[in-house]
Every structure is written in C-alpha cells, then in structure tokens.
C-alpha cells in the first residue's frame, strides 16, 4: 500500500483514502463519490478494527461481506482496496495507543471506554500506509470526526480530513452497518431518532434556544417510543463535544442494537 | 517545514533528520554526519520539549544556546533547522497523546512518568512535519530509543529509524547537554556511570551471566562514589526493556543532576 500510494505521489497525483469496516451501504458509497469526485486516485480500507471494540461488544458479529464489498468496490470505480490482516495490524508486542483526551470524553467515550483509542490509533496508521491527501468521513459519527480532526490538528498529520453529510432512509434512519441487527418491530421504532432531531431542528427554528427545552423535546419523543432506551441526548459543541452547543447528539438502544444519530440543530433538519 | 520536505521528495532526493533539544554536542554531530552519510537532503529540528518534562524537572534551566546551535549547524552544512515554538507546537486545545505501552514502563518511564508520552508525541509530530526517510537517535537515551521504534513499528509509520552509538569523553563520560549542569567535583564522579558499566562489561566479557551479580557490580562501583546516589542499575532486553537482557542501564544522581547511561554487555566497553 505505502509502495503504491507513493508511486501515485511521485506522478503528482492525489490520492483519497475512504476507511471503512465494511458492510458498505450507501453512507459509505456518498463518501467514495466525493473522495472520486476530489482525488486521482482513490483507496477504500475494509478493516473490522480489534482496538475499538469494548468487551462484551459486537466485534464478533459485526457484520462482515467481502464478497459484496468488492463487488460494490469494482463497480464504483476505485483504484485500490487496503484490507490488511487483524495480525498485520496489531502484531505480538504491539503496544502503541493514540489518545485523544478532551474531546474524547463523554458520551461515546463514557458509554464505550476503549472506542476512540481504539479508533484514534487506527486512522493513524491507516493514514500512515495510505498517506492520502484526503481521508472522507461521515457525519454520522460525529464525536468520531472531532477526534480524528482533533488528532489530525494535533499531530500534525499532513491530510485533509473531509466529512460528507449522513445519508437516510426516506423516513429519516441514519444508514449504519448496524441497522441490520434490527427486526421489523425494530426498524420501525428505530426512527424516533430522526424524528427526535427533526422535532428539536423544527423547534430550534422557531426560536427555541434553551437546552434543557431542546434536550426535553428529544427526549419526549425517544421515550414515547416503547422499544426504545435512551442513553444520552445532549446537545454539543461540534469541535469540543462539550455542552454549550447546537449539535444534538443522541444514543439509544432499540432492542439489543445501539444506535447513535446527531443533527446540528442550528441547520434544518434534510427532508 | 512540509514543503520543503515535498519539494525534495518530489525529486527524489532522500531526507534525513535529526531531532535534538538544542544545547549541540558531539553526540548530536554525530548524529548529523550519519545523517549527511545517507541521505541527499538532511533536516535538524531543535525543540525542547515541554511535555516531556514533569513538573520540578529542569525544563526552565534546560540549556539553551541557539546562535552556537546555529553556528554549529552552518558549519555542519545541513540543509534546513527545523525550530518550531511551543505556541505551533501545542497550540490551545491541543489534547492528543501517543502513548507507548510496555517499553515506555519501568526505568525512565517510572522515574519520569509523563516523559515518554512526551516524547513518542513530539517524535510523532516531528516525523509528520519532515516526512523523513530516516531519523536519527542516539544510544545514549536506549530506553527512548526502544520506544521510538516501538511507536514506528506500532503506527506503521514510513521511516527507518537509525542508532547511533553513543559519543564519549577521553574519561568515558556519556556526553549529555546535562553534563553543563556538573561543577568539577561532579564532573570527577560522573565518570562513575561509564567505569560501572566497562567493569561490568569486563565481567560479562570473563563469563560472568548472574544478573544478580552484574547487578551487583554495577552499584558497587557506583555507591563507591561519595557524590553519587543510584536511581536504579538493572540489566533489560535492549527492545522490551524488561528482564532478561545483557543491556545495563543506569539512572545516577550526581549532586542535583539526574545522568543515565547504558551499554549492552555482550559487546566490548569502547576504549
């Protein structure tokens, strides 16, 4: 990978890195487009990262299609796929971790402790084989940008970090690898989070300014829905992730699945 | 700093560098002739690196003397210094730590606990700035070394990380910025770190394996110094450093000035 990614360097061409885990849906597909639309060349990672799963998570049954993958890969045109080994990444005696403080604490890193480490240390050596000019991520995981912007800012790490808005199903759902945990009874409840973020973008666009109202307008709304348990619903500044701010950040389990969606409340809500 | 790198990178044109603290000695100039040896272009960063500092270490009286750093430099005919501030460095919010597990505990990363974070994140930044092809270290700081390595390994970050041996007085003396902190009867006593070690290498050199017994000789030698007071004396494996191992590293205080040095017992005490 480095080999290639500095062949490509060395005739001046850019190169886009898009990193996923796989089980690529349409978020993913939005992501490569714009990384096609910004590079010369452009590089998808497939890796089911180890390090960023907590004990007692779903690193086991996340869901894993190679073969769909590439299928989806070869049609959208790319011109490499980085898919090294669990070994290859994390060797015997592998000891290394990039933290992130601050901006990695609380909410996703209160509910998931060793998460943005886990996630922090694997971007870093991703952009580390792959030396893109531009790594795309979405909007979706959004604490997940702040510390890869932050960590990026802070190490001084020479890449663009670029991120695309979540695409949804026509009834609001975030896409997300893990939608498909969801039952029938699921699917339908799993909604109340879009609809939860509209509600407060509505609310804010009628004046509402008050966090703990915008925080209650969530809330109602997550808790009207019975298959739903929330785990937080606050409202974040967008770099900091840190209250006072206009990013509604939500997590809420439907069932046994874990779901997590946020809207900056000051934009209106997509349609 | 990236633009330059690029430029020569562009052409092909090889990079070296060396990363110091300032305070130029012998040692550093070996560091650099090596570097100039290998590579087309050669970069020498100077940065005393608050981070790696803990409180009531000597980061304030740290020496510092950049005219003849540069005066050295021009004479060195390296191609560019690298001299961020601290305000570039860890600019407000800056929050990311590189943390290296295991090779950075123990020893130095016991005496000194914030230490190696400080550095394995300043080399990290360091080595995203310059893009070397190479980067050069002395032996003298070996558990840092190991740690460097580590981090390289770890992150899969594109550089050969070169050692050079370390550079003595006529006495045996490790040179070390910090030896300026020594008046002349502690100048006499710190010869006691190198006598230590070429005794316990003579040892080792006649068939003497005991770690117990190496040990034993190293602090012998040490605690007949009236102005010496041993921080630790322990035989580690020169990559994990931990026990077992024929490399003897030492941690001395002589008067207020904390030295270390190390040698790998299996090889001949230089004359």
Not at 68 to 81: E, F, N, Q, S, T
Not at 199 to 225: F, N, T, V
């Amino acid at each position: 990978m480095v080999a290639a990614s500095r062949n490509w360097r060395g005739e001046r061409l850019s190169v886009g890195l898009v990193p996923t885990m796989g089980a690529l849906h349409a978020g993913h597909l939005s992501l490569i487009e714009e990384a096609c639309r910004e590079n010369a060349k452009v590089v998808v990672s497939i890796f089911v990262n180890p390090i960023q799963f907590g004990p007692g998570e779903d690193f086991e049954r996340y869901p894993r299609d190679l073969e769909r993958d590439h299928d989806v890969l070869r049609k959208a045109g790319i011109d490499a796929v980085y898919q090294p080994s669990v070994e290859a990444m994390y060797p015997p005696g592998a000891s290394t971790r990039v933290h992130v403080a601050a901006v990695s604490e609380g909410l996703e890193g209160t509910a998931r402790p060793v998460h943005f480490d886990g996630v922090a240390t694997v971007v870093a050596k991703l952009l580390s084989a792959v030396e893109p000019d531009r790594a795309y991520f979405g909007q979706k995981d959004a604490q997940q940008v702040a510390v890869v912007k932050r960590m990026v800012r802070d190490l001084d790490l020479p890449v663009e970090i670029r991120v695309c808005p979540t695409v949804r199903e026509a009834d609001g759902l975030a896409l997300s690898s893990r939608n498909a945990y969801l039952n029938q009874d699921e699917r339908r409840a799993a909604v109340s989070l879009s609809s939860a973020l509209r509600l407060a973008a509505e609310a804010y666009a009628k004046g509402e300014r008050r966090p703990d109202r915008l925080r209650q307008i969530l809330r109602a709304r997550l808790e009207a829905e019975p298959l739903a348990r929330v785990e937080y619903a606050e409202l974040v500044d967008v770099q900091t992730f840190s209250p006072p701010g206009t990013l509604a950040v939500l997590a809420v389990r439907i069932g046994a699945t874990r779901l997590i969606d946020n809207h900056d409340l000051s934009k209106p809500f997509p349609t």
